[in-house]
């Protein structure tokens, strides 16, 4: 009777386990938090003030570039060579880093070749918009080193609905402002007109203040700056 009674037992701890190792088995894995990769943030110090700007994934190009040359330092010392007040603000030049007073600037590059464009029907030239320079070339490729950052003004819908028209027939025949991206034109303001031709690939999120000193700052013919304003850009962690 013993050994029924201890076999019964066994049997009995046999289910038991083989029904836990199922019920293990049923229950799905715990779901790990997956991880949100951040965008860089680069912090633009100027005789002015200082300004942190958020660079794009969405234009890798231009991002990765803009990277590689704060990582090498590149910028540091250079000038913002060229300021129109209710425009923008424009620098990365390196000619600009030892120039003397008066000298035209804005022909400088890095070494290698300019960046191809890398337009975006949901990225706009708004107040604070970080965007690449260029020249006339028929690819609308940015140089590898001059940027600007858009001061801009208010406009209202019916200068937006003539730059629009004009952006579908020259750019983009897809090209159209959302309803938020109206509303940025007609309240903080900014440079349209730019838009689908250059290159836009961060925006700043503190001190916009900051561009319209610089921006307003006293400048000669070639609307550089009287008295040079020099800038140093670093990696925000």
């Not at 951040?38 to 100027?46: A, D, G, N, S, Y």
């Not at 003004?153 to 897809?174: F, G, H, M, W």
């Not at 961060?202 to 916009?208: A, F, P, S």
Request: some cysteine; hydrophobic content about 40%; overall charge positive.
């Amino acid at each position: 009777m013993k050994k029924i009674t201890l076999l019964i037992a066994i049997i009995s701890f046999a289910f038991s386990v083989q029904a836990q190792q199922k019920k293990t088995a049923a229950k799905p894995p715990a779901k790990t938090a997956a991880k949100v990769k951040k965008e860089t943030m680069v912090e633009i110090w100027t005789d002015y003030g200082t300004v942190v700007a958020r660079l794009y994934d969405s234009t890798p190009l231009h991002r990765d570039n803009f990277i590689k040359l704060v990582q090498q330092k590149f910028f540091d010392s250079l000038l913002f060579h060229r300021v129109i007040d209710g425009f923008m603000i424009q620098g990365g030049d390196p000619n600009s880093k030892n120039a003397a007073p008066g000298i035209a600037l804005g022909d400088g590059s890095a070494p290698g070749d300019r960046i191809p464009a890398e337009f975006k029907n949901n990225i706009i030239h708004k107040k604070g918009a970080l965007a690449a320079a260029r020249d006339n070339n028929p690819e609308k490729a940015s140089s590898n080193c001059q940027f600007y950052i858009v001061q801009g003004k208010p406009l209202d819908d019916i200068s937006l609905n003539s730059i629009e028209c004009q952006r579908v027939r020259t750019a983009n025949p897809a090209f159209a402002y959302t309803d938020a991206q109206r509303k940025a034109y007609k309240t903080t303001g900014g440079t349209p007109f730019l838009d689908q031709n250059y290159t836009v690939f961060g925006e700043v999120v503190k001190g916009l203040d900051v561009i319209d000193k610089i921006a307003q700052a006293q400048k000669d013919e070639r609307d550089r700056p009287v008295k040079d304003i020099r800038m140093k850009i670093r990696i925000l962690k």
